[in-house]
């Protein structure tokens, strides 16, 4: 999450200007007016510095997974993007684009930039603009997702900047999929599952957290964040399973929703009643236009479990982690503006408030940190055989040499 965006929702003492999860929240990323900083989790409470850079500020870094590769964008040059292979401590290419870059999102097989009025596919392989999608409706936040599967390779945008349209694109096809209408106001987040059948999407209303099925645009859950109060999301995250997605806003809770058939919930039918006393009240106070039918009531579930944040109105993103060899169970982590990561323990069987359990410091000076080593990085850690395959592979095709340079009119 590009933390300087015009939104609001920033703290101006902070050096922080990103904060991020990769794609299946082994690692977070974060951005600095001095550098970046990338961490990996050696279990669902521990994170370990894995690598830091001070040559550069950095607005938006994005990681592959737990691999090398990073995607690069600087405060002094917004319009640039760099590839970066930091064990290697090489530049792979860049990329200049016609204005100011948003967000980038990617997986092992795209890489995609996201302007105010457009995006770039770029093969991830050897980093060609296989596809552009040029004049979609005005995007200033840079909303878009990426699914994280290999097989299921699907980006999500705005299909429209009054209402709650989403466009399914398949970056793999370079095709249209499919236009799902989610929310009436205009959407404030995105997320696929980890498998890319799922998608959640909230407006920026922040009342309503809806998941749709991606193929047929279809509703399967519809989730109150809150009744009266309205807030803006920056944040949904799908645990591993797909079974618990959380929610993070401006707001001091971070909501987290089981993804179960009502009928199986036993917190459902005991809930079904406060939603209904709350939806009275909201008609009473003028708040809400009609009481919903009884049967829309109860499929309109509140949140499983809830975690309290030391903070409101700050920017910060959310992640559920469950790490099954330690025994530790479900963790809940929250990134914030403010520089800390917060890490709450989530009952999975009771839900209810979490508990924190531990923070970590994540703006500490850059410059107190020992110098890079001989090859110019600090490693503590590899990723996967998969991630380091990628990597190769695309270092490999590039070649050695200096780092390609191509300019990319909107």
């Known amino acids: 999450m590009n933390l300087l965006g015009a939104e609001g929702g920033g703290d101006l003492t902070s050096n922080l200007t990103f904060v991020g999860f ?4 082994s690692s977070l990323a974060v951005g600095t007016k001095l550098g970046y900083r990338l961490y990996t989790f050696s ?9 830091e850079d001070t040559t550069e500020n950095i607005c938006i870094v994005e990681r592959l997974f737990s691999s090398s590769l990073v995607a690069l964008v600087s405060l002094s040059s917004p319009r640039k993007l760099k590839v970066y292979h930091f064990k290697r401590n090489t530049e792979i290419c860049n990329y200049c684009y016609g204005n100011t870059i948003l967000a980038v999102r990617l997986n092992r097989q795209r890489l995609v930039v996201c302007l105010e009025e457009s995006l770039y596919i770029h093969n991830m392989r050897d980093m060609k603009v296989l596809h552009t999608i040029k004049n979609t409706p005005p995007n200033p936040t840079g909303l878009c997702a990426l699914s994280a599967d290999n097989d299921r390779c699907l980006l999500a945008y705005p299909g429209h900047s009054s209402a709650g349209e989403v466009q399914i694109f398949d970056a793999c096809a370079l095709t249209n999929k499919i236009t799902i209408t989610a929310h009436d106001n205009p959407l404030a987040a995105l997320a696929f599952d980890p498998s890319g059948l799922k998608l959640a ?3 920026d209303k922040g009342t ?3 998941v749709h099925d991606v193929s047929s ?3 399967l859950f519809e989730f109150r964040r809150g009744y009266a109060r309205c807030a803006t999301i920056y944040s949904l995250s799908f645990s591993s399973d797909s079974t618990l997605l959380c929610a993070s806003s401006n707001t001091e809770t971070v909501h987290i929703f089981k993804l179960e058939d009502p009928k199986d919930s036993k917190s459902n039918q005991e809930q079904g009643s406060t ?3 709350g939806a009275i009240k909201d008609a009473l106070y003028g708040t809400a236009s009609a009481i919903p039918p009884i049967n829309q009531a109860f499929l309109q579930d509140r949140s499983f479990a809830h975690a309290k944040l030391p903070f409101c109105g700050l920017k910060n993103v959310c992640a559920i982690c469950t790490d099954n060899k330690s025994g530790k169970g479900t963790r809940v982590l929250v990134a914030s503006v403010d ?4 890490i709450y323990d989530l009952n999975i069987e009771e839900g209810g408030e979490c508990t924190l359990i531990k923070q970590h410091k994540l703006d500490e000076s850059l410059e107190s940190v020992p110098p890079p080593t001989a090859q110019g990085y600090l490693q503590t850690g590899g990723g996967s055989r998969d ?3 990628e990597e190769t592979d695309i270092a490999a095709d590039f070649g050695g040499g200096s780092p390609r340079t191509f300019l990319l009119n909107q």
């Open 22 to 25: 990769n794609q299946d929240s």
């Open 43 to 51: 279990d669902p409470e521990k994170i370990e510095l894995n690598h």
């Open 201 to 203: 999407t909230a407006s």
């Open 208 to 210: 309503i957290v809806r």
């Open 217 to 219: 645009g279809q509703m």
């Open 275 to 277: 939603w209904l006393f």
């Open 339 to 342: 520089g800390f990561l917060y």
């Open 387 to 389: 991630d380091q395959s």
